[in-house]
């Protein structure tokens, strides 16, 4: 069983995700991509599923799912009521919800141990130093043929580069990323 808290901690750990009250309801998005919407009363919530998929996902559990209003038929969207969700399963479906907004570079930073997600969500919003805390200083930096060791050297780096793809491996040692490998 889950709720609206729940699924709003998920959904805002996520790179680019925000919240926003629009038309009496709140929405998660990713730009202006909503890939999780509340009902008023928050009970149910509405998320971007596939299209051909969502029959036989309210068919597999109709007590779980349902489909939204029939203005919204046209949409990759599903509906599900948050007291028949199990938190596990929530997390998929809104991370899967997510994964159908942003580009596919991100799409594995859910599955990587934290804090991946947060470091490079930071990095993301171009504001290396607020990431500083979150590396450890003995940081191993592999990017391309970029190779650097050290906090320091990965943040001065960075302070005048774009932001960079986001890592394919990460190891973490005490709750700092260790190492970074994109």
């Known amino acids: 069983m889950?709720?609206?808290?729940?699924?709003?901690?998920?959904?805002?750990?996520l790179p680019r995700a925000y919240e926003a009250h629009v038309g009496?309801?709140?929405?998660?998005?990713?730009?202006?991509?909503?890939?999780?919407?509340?009902?008023?009363?928050?009970?149910?919530?509405?998320?971007?599923?596939?299209?051909?998929?969502?029959?036989?996902l309210i068919a597999s559990a109709p007590d779980k799912f349902f489909l939204p209003a029939a203005r919204d038929l046209r949409y990759r969207w599903v509906c599900a009521w948050?007291?028949?969700?199990?938190?596990?399963?929530?997390r998929e479906l809104v991370t899967d919800a997510w994964r159908m907004c942003v580009p596919r570079m991100l799409h594995d930073l859910?599955?990587?141990?934290?804090?991946?997600?947060?470091?490079?969500?930071l990095l993301d919003q171009g504001d290396p130093a607020a990431a500083r805390p979150l590396l450890h200083p003995d940081l191993h930096w592999h990017d391309g043929k970029v190779?650097?060791?050290?906090?320091?050297?990965?943040?001065?780096?960075?302070?005048?580069?774009?932001?960079?793809?986001?890592?394919?491996e990460v190891e973490v040692r005490d709750g700092q990323i260790y190492r970074w490998v994109r």
């Open 147 to 168: 190779e650097l060791h050290g906090r320091e050297d990965v943040l001065a780096h960075l302070a005048d580069r774009p932001r960079p793809r986001p890592p394919v």
């Open 24 to 56: 009496g309801h709140w929405r998660l998005k990713v730009g202006q991509l909503v890939f999780v919407a509340f009902e008023k009363d928050e009970r149910a919530m509405g998320f971007g599923f596939p299209r051909e998929e969502r029959e036989a």
């Open 110 to 121: 859910p599955d990587l141990p934290e804090p991946a997600a947060a470091v490079w969500g």
């Open 82 to 90: 948050l007291g028949s969700l199990g938190e596990d399963e929530m």
């Open 2 to 13: 889950t709720d609206a808290e729940a699924v709003r901690r998920v959904a805002l750990g």
